[in-house]
């Protein structure tokens, strides 16, 4: 963090340097630059300054400022976002919540705890694991990523398929407005209390109703028993098939995912290979959890169902060493593209698990009309694609063909009823893309309700909805005051 003396005759800096101390606020173009983008490198934009609150009193202050002085603004956590929803468009003031990182309370008797928003992820489950318990919701990026950020994009992770996505497990949440007034909704983790469901309102809300600084989550107890399997398959349609009969036959595991052969082959070429075959057209990691009575017919049927639709083969982890070795190279998916090309998009579309293999017969296709090498690796047991487009953004116009590869590989999902987007957001990458599964009279009712929380629209402008259409107005997107 910068140790020189405040040195600029901007008054709106020289307030929020009083705010949150000299120590706590970055604006010169140098230090700014490392926040001109999140995970989604394609948009790059410098904010007019950040500031690093350590309480929600400050967040409370620095938010009221902004909103009385017209400044656009907008929250940031870990930056691992993958639609940009923290880039600052519009030269906001980032109120980075990195400073607010404690555990404030762990109430294992009613499986909660209180974090602050820039809480690591799997540092909470690594709190409470000595006890027997765990936070489930675990995104790929979980190492690095804050429990507030994933609230903000109700992220997902590997093990949704049977506990659910980042909104199952919120039980209450301290809110600063986008005027600066505090809130809480579901207080004291009551759950389902009367009235409007403000906590699912705000779960996934993109940063754009308010900012969390207080997070009630759920804890879970460990299962009795863990057995993953790994299977091979020469033909990414069986392995579809074997997918969707898993399911059919009623069981649910904890996860379900499939890599597809260049998603192979950058996994194999990163931090944590273990030796996939090369030439295989698919590979799915099935895990199933729960009490010890059933485990084993579980795994029998599926080994019997993966047989069935000619896997080549498939094994059972024999120790907990191996199973992780696996999981560490499946969660190493997104990162490792960068073995294999020097830029890549994330795509997050969701499809009915029956059209699996419709669909990704439909991304390659898209594949061979760019001239882009698309990777699959993704939640297969819910249907949640991603399809990874590769690129070089030094040759000219490969940039724009991602783009436009990403978009109608986006298309091709709410084509057969499913969604643009399962757990990475909307941010600014997909929001045209919202036009796919939204008309405008839809997309107008969600934005009357942001503009009911935030209704100068300071608070993130120009994320999550798509430019207005000729029948649809939308309040202007502020620009960054002089």
Known sequence: MRKRPIATNDPHIQALARIVGEQAILYRKEDLMAYDCDGFTVHRHLPRAVVFPN???QVAAVVKYCHEHDLPFLARGAGTGLSGGAIPLNGEVVISLTRMKRLLHVDLENRRAVVEPGFVNLKLTNSVAH??????????????????????????GAHCLKYGVTTNHILGLEVVLPNGEVIEIGANGVPDPPGYDLLGLLTGSEGTLGIVTKITVRLLKNPEAKQ?????????????????????????PAALEMMDQTAIEAVEAAAFPVGHPKDIAALLLIEVDGISAGIDEQIDDILTICRRHHVREVKVAQSEEERARWWANRKTGFGAMGAISPDYLVQDGVIPRSRLPEVLNEIANISRKYGLRIANIFHAGDGNLHPLVLFDASKPGETERALAAGSECLK???????????EHGVGIEKKEEMRFIFTDEEILAQTAIRDVFNPKNLLNAGKLFPTPGRC???????????
């Open 55 to 57: 309480s929600t009193e």
């Open 131 to 156: 006890r027997g318990y765990y936070y489930a919701p675990d995104p790929s990026s979980q190492y690095c990523c804050t429990i507030g950020g994933n609230v903000a994009e109700n992220a997902g």
């Open 228 to 252: 993953t399997v790994l299977a091979y398959f020469d033909e990414v349609e069986d392995a579809s098939q074997t997918v969707s009969d898993i399911i059919s036959a009623g069981i649910v």
């Open 412 to 422: 091709a999902c709410a084509a057969v009823g499913g969604s643009i987007t399962g």
């Open 472 to 482: 649809v107005e939308t309040k202007r997107i502020p620009s960054a005051v002089k």
